[in-house]
């Protein structure tokens, strides 16, 4: 379709199919790439300044690898949801409940955070604590999916695997308003603390000594950020890397100051990975590619050139 | 003025005392240095002070106010603390020294809280630094910037710890001046913890030494004598009188 075929479709002046295509298909997947993109971008960031540790990532509480686990468990053994890629549009009408296997994903993610947030309250939320707790419980999940997929047929391993790809075309109208009231809920929260954030980076003594009560912003901003990667990962299944080189340029380029760099990461997140699903389906030859690993392919030699060659501060 | 009776702290249940009924009292406008080996409880007071750790016991009251009972935001204003180990984000100077007015504004900046942090920048000669990037600066000015920052919070009470650890001798030399200019032109209490004890003798107007976490003396600058540094060091020193200051050194 050309571009003013596109606009035509769009405004429902084109032929059944083409407006079919642009409104049910491409639409959603834009605005999941839009939303999605924000969000992973925003609570990578979050994750990076809460942890104080620049491999943080979204799903550094384990909740990407309790999300495979949930949809593994769903498909092989409950065979339930959507045993397909998002590409075929009739498994949205099939089975029990198109939603069920990322009900799974959700629920075991939300599993994941609540085990870790509650461990980690134990040692007041200290950042190395949080992320081997992350990697302890992710791993977990990883073998229990592992165990899983041993047992699997053929037809149930294909489709756990292919789950895992991230892809933007299971997004409706429908996911994508569940997904857009988390993220921007979530979004504007971290801009409402977005001082109290900027206070975490002059350390936790120095944030409790001009009043921000550290453990509560770092409950609640990891609670809210893995909230928000879970939803995502839920839906579109596993989109990696957007997470970490997001929030790394836009502080590279912006600063650190949350004010700038919230805005910053969702707006580079959001273009990251819609430029990337617009490459994963033209590169795929009529299917769409995995846009987790267009996503890094766009991402990873840009972000080398701004840490290799860009001045450093004296931090 | 600062009221501390029987404070007592260990970092868990079954962990020994690091801090065994201290009681101090540092009145407005005086500078009070906590004199100690390394590990005998200085940073533990303070974090207990700052709210940052919760005593197992005892009390801290300013003017008779308890702060122990007061919200981390309400203490802030109250008492503001520059650490040694200063970290600060890739934020202006400005910025970062605004971020000391979150006691007063919450979520957002006001013109006030601007225009308090524009004054105590100006009146500490950073103004040409407003706009540069705090990491970016020396350790000397990152110093003072941390000061800034604490003033703007417009404490009774600043607690400043080992403020020299990292300078060179002219940066000692400059951030040793400001403190005792704060505490004379704004009356604020200042409690810091030295290792050198001519410095601690130049600054301070009351000592509190301790060991193993009690305050086994405290007092004016006669307190400082050749037997309680033996007791509280194990150190040979020799206090000499030159140029009307007393000078320790090592014997």
């Known amino acids: 379709m050309s571009i003013k075929e596109c606009f035509d479709a769009l405004l429902g002046n084109g032929s059944a199919a083409q407006v079919r295509i642009i409104r049910n298909i491409r639409i959603p997947r834009v605005l999941a790439a839009l939303i999605a993109g924000a969000g992973l971008s925003v609570s990578g960031l979050i994750m990076q300044t809460n942890l104080n540790n620049p491999m943080a990532s979204p799903a550094t509480l384990g909740v990407s690898n309790a999300a495979v686990f949930g949809a593994n468990l769903s498909i092989i053994a409950f065979a339930g949801g959507f045993l397909s890629t998002g590409n075929n549009l009739s498994s949205y009408t099939t089975g029990a409940n198109p939603y069920s296997t990322s009900l799974m994903a959700f629920i075991f993610s939300t599993i994941s955070i609540v085990v870790i947030l509650g461990l980690c309250r134990l040692r007041s939320f200290r950042p190395g604590v949080v992320v081997l707790a992350g990697v302890a419980i992710g791993s977990v999940w990883t073998a229990a999916t592992t165990i899983l997929q041993f047992y699997a047929t053929d037809v149930g391993l294909s489709a756990a695997v292919i789950w895992t790809f991230g892809d933007l075309g299971r997004a409706t109208y429908k996911t994508d308003i569940i997904m857009a009231i988390v993220v921007v809920v979530g979004i504007t929260v971290f801009i409402i603390t977005s001082w109290r954030l900027n206070a975490l980076l002059s350390g936790d003594a120095a944030a409790k000594s001009i009043g921000v009560n550290v453990n509560t912003l770092r409950f609640i901003s990891m609670l809210i950020a893995s909230m928000i990667t879970a939803v995502c990962v839920s839906f579109l299944g596993m989109i990696g890397f957007v997470g970490i080189i997001c929030p790394h340029v836009i502080k590279k380029i912006l600063g650190q100051d949350h004010r700038v760099s919230i805005p910053g990461a969702a707006l580079s997140g959001s273009i990251l990975l819609l430029l990337a699903d617009t490459l994963s389906r033209s590169m795929g030859n009529g299917s769409a590619l995995p846009v987790g690993a267009i996503t890094s392919m766009l991402g990873a030699p840009f972000f080398l050139i701004i840490i290799l060659f860009r001045k450093e501060g004296r931090s | ?251």
């Open chain 2, 1 to 251: 003025m600062l009221e501390i009776k029987d404070l007592t702290f260990r970092y868990s249940k079954r962990a020994p005392l690091v801090l065994d009924k201290i009681s101090l009292t540092l009145n407005n406008g005086e500078i009070g240095v906590v004199l100690g080996k390394n590990g005998s409880g200085k940073t533990t007071l303070f974090k207990n002070i700052l709210g940052i750790e919760k005593p197992d016991s005892g009390s801290i009251t300013y003017d008779g106010k308890d702060l122990l009972k007061l919200s981390r935001g309400a203490r802030a204003a109250y008492i503001a603390y520059v650490p040694q180990d200063i970290q600060f984000g890739d934020l202006t100077v400005f910025d970062t020294v605004l971020m000391g007015r979150m006691p007063y504004f919450g979520l957002k900046a006001g013109k006030e809280d601007e225009t308090i942090t524009l004054n105590i920048l100006e009146d500490m000669g950073l103004s040409e630094l407003v706009s540069r990037n705090a990491n970016e600066l020396s350790g000397g000015e990152r110093q003072k910037i941390a000061i800034a920052r604490a003033l703007v919070q417009e404490p009774k009470l600043l607690v400043f710890d080992e403020p020299t650890g990292n300078l060179d001798i002219a940066n000692e030399q400059l951030i040793l001046k400001e403190a005792k200019r704060v505490a004379k032109e704004k009356g604020i209490g200042i409690l810091t913890s030295l290792h050198d004890l001519n410095q601690a003798l130049d600054l301070g107007t009351k000592f509190f030494f301790i060991k193993n976490g009690k305050i086994e003396y405290q007092g004016g600058p006669e307190t400082v004598t050749e037997t309680v540094i033996k007791e509280i060091f194990n150190a040979d020193v020799e206090i000499i009188e030159h140029d009307n200051r007393r000078i320790i050194i090592t014997r």
